[in-house]
């Protein structure tokens, strides 16, 4: 069972930046593929990024943030992190990360969840 704890979000205003991390415990870290997902207030969880297991060389982004989020993590650390920058209002959301198997966009690749952080953006 791996447990995970998002922190960083906030509001932030349009053009701005937040790091956000998550913190994995009760598994071994660095086999699970790691995904960044996000919830809008009446609108389905999509996908933001995901990053392969182990040395974390595969990284894919959804196309609305890709150029301006980078996904990264640090074994060492048991942590995923999601680098955002230009922020845009429409990024308005609950930050989700997730741990599977492989580095897919469909939350059923995902088998564990956190419970998820807000960013508020600001216009």
């Known amino acids: 069972q791996v447990h995970l704890v998002e922190s960083g979000g906030g509001l932030v205003q349009a053009g701005g930046s937040l790091r956000l991390s998550c913190v994995a415990s009760g598994g071994t870290f660095s086999r699970y593929a790691m995904g960044w997902f996000r919830q809008a207030p009446g609108k389905e969880r999509e996908f933001v990024a995901t990053?392969?297991?182990?040395?974390?060389?595969?990284?894919y982004y959804a196309d609305s943030p890709k150029g301006r989020f980078t996904i990264s993590r640090d074994n060492a650390k048991n942590t995923v992190y999601l680098q955002m920058n230009g922020l845009k209002p429409e990024d308005t959301a609950v930050y989700y990360c997730?741990?599977?198997?492989?580095?897919?966009?469909?939350?059923?690749?995902?088998?564990?969840w956190g419970q998820g952080t807000q960013v508020t953006v600001s216009s």
């Open positions: 997730a741990a599977g198997s492989n580095p897919y966009s469909s939350t059923s690749s995902y088998n564990y």
């Open positions: 990053i392969s297991n182990w040395s974390g060389s595969r990284t």
